[in-house]
């Protein structure tokens, strides 16, 4: 192992350990004596009570006004000074977000008997700027860890929060084997899914549609550099998963808000409504998986965009052999992009289907609704990235030259 490669293991591993150690530091004012160590609450009502949500959140807002909002798309590839800008923006955002939250907390936190020690306006506007400041100091962290670590810090801090519970679920799950609440042929059957699944994670997630671009002869100096070939890779999963399954519930449930809204909560056509789209519901599988299916698709066409791609193979004198340069270039790029994006929006939809299937059918173990589909994506992307850049940083000298 490099020295380099050690420093930023080290480095990784010390920043994770802070966010565990902030995860158990409780806010000042909240009375946990009575709760047992290992209690989830405590965790909930921490330092780092919101984690990245509001961050994530943001985050997603503002790449929704990227894909509809013309001028801010523009922006963001304008180079690193528009960059910056979409970043304070969404800094901006978290901030909203983040203060709304942890006010609705510590509010009504305030309202329940004994578990504030001074239940009073104090409390409510210093646990609101902890919780606050708790979400900017993991956005740094995470910052932090993709610049001196190893891996990206966002992705690891979400894993580890993920993981973190994993082996007190299969005590739980182990327990209620040993007591014959569950059989063992379901938790047998539900391991050997999660293998294949992850197996068909890496496949998918490494899995590329490689297009051969050529380069024109280049003028150096003195020097002639004669025709190079590249490789243009397209991701089966461009979109990745956060943007589609999170928006999609937004496309039934914001105007089933707005109707409950003008027609009234008990409404029979809204508790309907409300009742049919509830997780596990037929009807809210169907919808899901329409909208999961077609935001890949939207969102895809956003970060693969044909249009852009060609123009600038355009600028740099590149072309894809037999293809025009210019629109029948943008054409052949949405071609390959539509027909591959197709198998990435089968495999997104049925990997957010896995919970809902599981309540369906009442297959599903006391993990199921948190270690679903997307969790597993997040750690299986992180843990293929980590593998990637540990591999890089091994074949790099110091001076930043590949061995």
Not at 59 to 79: H, K, N, P, Y
Not at 248 to 272: E, K, N, Q
Not at 307 to 328: C, F, H, M, N, W
Not at 362 to 375: D, K, T
Request: proline share 5%; net charge positive.
């Amino acid at each position: 192992m490099s020295r380099e490669l050690a420093r930023r293991i080290a480095f990784t591993i010390g920043a994770l350990l802070l966010f565990r150690i902030g995860t158990q530091i409780p806010v000042a004012g909240v009375n946990t004596s009575d709760l047992p160590p290992t209690s989830d609450l405590i965790g909930r009502l921490s330092l780092f009570a919101l984690g990245l949500i509001p961050y994530l959140t943001a985050a997603i807002l503002v790449r929704l006004l990227l894909v509809v909002w013309r001028r801010l798309i523009a922006l963001e590839r304008s180079g690193e000074r528009g960059r910056r800008k979409v970043a304070r923006a969404t800094l901006g955002l978290t901030l909203v977000l983040a203060a709304f939250q942890a006010f609705g907390i510590a509010t009504a936190l305030t309202t329940v008997p004994g578990f504030v020690r001074n239940p009073d306006g104090w409390f409510v506007l210093t646990a609101t700027a902890t919780m606050v400041g708790g979400v900017f100091v993991l956005v740094w962290l995470s910052e932090q860890i993709t610049r001196y670590g190893i891996g990206n810090g966002l992705a690891l801090i979400l894993s580890v929060g993920m993981l973190v519970s994993l082996p007190r679920d299969v005590a739980d799950i182990m327990e209620l084997v040993r007591s014959g609440a569950v059989p063992g042929s379901l938790v047998l059957g539900h391991a050997v899914f999660w293998v294949v699944t992850v197996a068909v994670m890496v496949l998918v997630e490494g899995a590329r549609r490689n297009i051969r671009v050529e380069f024109a002869p280049l003028s150096v100096g003195t020097r002639q550099l004669p025709v190079r070939d590249a490789m243009l890779p397209i991701k089966l999963n461009s979109a990745g998963f956060l943007i589609p399954v999170t928006v999609a519930p937004w496309l039934f449930f914001l105007p089933l808000a707005l109707a409950g809204f003008l027609l009234g909560g008990d409404h029979s056509l809204v508790a309907a409504a409300y009742r049919h789209l509830q997780l596990g519901q037929p009807a809210h599988l169907i919808l899901i998986s329409i909208a999961v299916f077609v935001l890949a698709f939207v969102y895809t066409a956003y970060v693969a965009d044909p249009e852009y791609t060609a123009k600038s193979l355009a600028q740099r004198d590149g072309t894809i052999p037999g293809v025009a340069p210019g629109e029948a270039t943008a054409d052949y790029l949405d071609r390959v992009v539509s027909l591959t994006t197709v198998v990435g929006a089968v495999y997104l939809t049925l990997l957010q289907l896995i919970p809902e299937v599981f309540e369906l059918y009442g297959i599903g173990l006391p993990y199921s609704m948190i270690v679903n589909g997307g969790a597993a994506l997040v750690v299986v992307c992180t843990a293929l990235d980590i593998k990637t850049q540990v591999r890089d940083v091994s074949l790099t000298n110091p001076g930043g030259v590949r061995r």
